[in-house]
């Protein structure tokens, strides 16, 4: 900039990086598929121009079917941790011991009532 006397607006310098980034994708993809005659990659010098003044080129925000990802100017947003779930057999066996402890209070108070019943006699 200031060796040519040439300024661009934050405007022109975005539209200039998405244009690269679409030509250069559709490059890529033209020389991916079978029968295309290969695409020289014009924009290859710019395109490491760029990605060696800032090598940390993040979207704020990445979007997929299933999750939205936002990115904060400190890095990633720590994912949140998942709930770790029981299996079925550590669930069975929960309400297993649960229905046990439960049958065993139910015998214990019958056999004091029954304890009380007899022992007044």
């Avoid at 490491?48 to 999750?67: F, G, M, Q, Y």
């Avoid at 069975?92 to 304890?115: Q, T, V």
Wanted: aromatic content about 6%; proline content about 2%; charged content about 40%.
């Amino acid at each position: 900039q200031e060796e040519l006397n040439v300024y661009f607006t934050y405007l022109q310098v975005e539209n200039r990086y998405k244009t690269i980034c679409k030509r250069k994708k559709s490059i890529i993809d033209n020389n991916k598929s079978t029968g295309a005659s290969r695409m020289d990659d014009v924009y290859e010098e710019e395109w490491k121009e760029i990605t060696n003044n800032d090598d940390s080129i993040l979207p704020e925000v990445l979007r997929s079917a299933k999750t939205v990802v936002i990115n904060k100017k400190g890095g990633l947003e720590p994912k949140q941790k998942k709930m770790k779930k029981d299996s079925n057999e550590t669930l069975l066996l929960n309400f297993l011991k649960e229905k046990e402890i439960a049958k065993e209070s139910r015998h214990n108070e019958k056999m004091n009532l029954l304890k009380s019943l007899l022992g007044d006699k």
